[in-house]
């Protein structure tokens, strides 16, 4: 499956409806980012029970902002609606290999529960 034209309109619901979600943030003009997307496309293909989404972070600025990018590309991952991944930076294709197998095997309740246990601990 071709990843998504992420954009203001569509990215909020795609976060929501997504179980998981991984999103390359990339311009253009940048060189990792024209070397890396072959590498997210492959994957695009080989991990059709996940979606996949690209940002123009040229054509979607305040979207990028929003997200605080401030280094491309720039790969988040969401799973059930939360963000479990940011990281500046390409990887190869056995990196990315390992992250979509990692958040596939995430354990959700776990990370619920901390989200929980840190919401009351802040004063």
């Given at each position: 499956m071709?990843?998504?034209?992420?954009?203001?309109?569509?990215?909020?619901?795609?976060?929501?409806?997504?179980?998981?979600?991984?999103?390359?943030?990339?311009?253009?003009?940048?060189?990792?980012?024209?070397?890396?997307?072959?590498?997210?496309?492959?994957?695009?293909?080989?991990?059709?029970?996940?979606?996949?989404?690209?940002?123009?972070?040229?054509?979607?600025?305040?979207?990028?902002?929003?997200?605080?990018?401030?280094?491309?590309?720039?790969?988040?991952?969401?799973?059930?609606?939360?963000?479990?991944?940011?990281?500046?930076g390409?990887?190869?294709?056995?990196?990315?290999?390992?992250?979509?197998?990692?958040?596939?095997?995430?354990?959700?309740?776990?990370?619920h529960?901390?989200?929980?246990?840190?919401?009351?601990?802040?004063?």
């Amino acid at each position: 499956m071709k990843p998504l034209e992420l954009t203001e309109t569509n990215f909020a619901e795609t976060v929501k409806s997504s179980q998981m979600l991984l999103v390359d943030f990339w311009a253009a003009w940048c060189g990792p980012c024209r070397n890396f997307a072959p590498v997210f496309d492959t994957a695009a293909g080989l991990h059709e029970d996940v979606v996949f989404g690209k940002v123009n972070t040229e054509t979607q600025q305040d979207l990028a902002a929003a997200a605080q990018i401030t280094s491309i590309p720039t790969l988040m991952a969401f799973k059930d609606g939360v963000l479990v991944y940011s990281q500046p930076g390409a990887l190869d294709s056995r990196g990315l290999e390992e992250l979509v197998v990692s958040l596939k095997n995430l354990d959700m309740d776990a990370v619920h529960a901390e989200l929980a246990a840190a919401q009351t601990s802040e004063p």
